[in-house]
């Protein structure tokens, strides 16, 4: 298998993987907490499209779906355009609120881009460096697996936040 199979199958294991979170779940399941700061199903999706969205886009150097598709509008929150939800705070987090076919239609959105750059990559590409500040510099394949490693990881929190919902009759 070769790095570019790799990484179509990485990326193609993220929206199955929130769809099975999210999909079905009403605004209260959604929103509900485990405790009052934890992260909400919502907000989980929410920054897991945007994660990607704003990193995939910045490395292969494309506009976001976020902003170029009208994603920003649909989901009209008080945040900055730019706001991907790193640094939010609990209060942020509570301002996530959309309906699980606006989460998932947005995820959907941001999968379907990040397969068509990563088809339009080479294999001289993956090595280029993308990010001098670490040591050793960041190329754009680690960049690539680190950005799919950490949507899948709130993927993850989002599918026990739900199996927890579901188990206390919350859900």
Same mark, same amino acid.
Do not use: C, K
């Given at each position: 298998?070769?790095?570019?199979?790799l990484?179509?199958?990485?990326?193609?294991?993220?929206?199955?993987?929130?769809?099975?979170a999210? @999909?079905?779940?009403?605004? @209260?399941?959604?929103?509900?907490?485990?405790?009052?700061?934890?992260?909400?199903i919502a907000?989980?999706?929410?920054?897991?499209a945007?994660?990607?969205d704003?990193?995939?886009?910045?490395?292969?150097?494309?506009? &976001?779906v976020?902003?170029?598709d009208?994603?920003?509008?649909?989901?009209?929150?008080?945040?900055?355009?730019?706001?991907?939800?790193?640094? &939010?705070?609990? @209060?942020?987090?509570a %301002?996530?609120?959309?309906?699980?076919?606006?989460?998932?239609g947005?995820v959907d959105?941001?999968q379907?881009?990040?397969?068509?750059?990563?088809?339009?990559?080479t @294999?001289?590409?993956?090595?280029?460096?993308v990010?001098e500040?670490?040591?050793?510099?960041?190329?754009?394949?680690?960049?690539?697996i680190?950005?799919?490693v950490?949507?899948l %990881?709130?993927?993850? &929190?989002?599918?026990?936040?739900?199996?927890?919902?579901?188990?206390?009759?919350?859900?």
């Amino acid at each position: 298998m070769d790095a570019h199979a790799l990484l179509d199958d990485l990326f193609g294991r993220i929206g199955p993987t929130a769809a099975r979170a999210v @999909d079905g779940l009403g605004d @209260d399941a959604l929103t509900a907490r485990l405790d009052p700061e934890a992260n909400t199903i919502a907000w989980l999706a929410w920054h897991l499209a945007r994660g990607q969205d704003a990193q995939v886009a910045a490395a292969v150097g494309r506009d &976001q779906v976020w902003t170029r598709d009208g994603w920003a509008r649909l989901f009209d929150l008080p945040f900055d355009d730019s706001a991907s939800g790193y640094g &939010q705070s609990p @209060d942020d987090v509570a %301002q996530v609120r959309a309906s699980a076919e606006l989460l998932l239609g947005y995820v959907d959105a941001v999968q379907s881009e990040s397969a068509d750059a990563l088809a339009a990559l080479t @294999d001289d590409d993956l090595d280029r460096v993308v990010d001098e500040a670490w040591d050793p510099p960041v190329t754009l394949g680690a960049r690539l697996i680190s950005v799919a490693v950490d949507s899948l %990881q709130h993927a993850g &929190q989002a599918a026990y936040v739900r199996g927890v919902l579901e188990r206390t009759g919350r859900a």
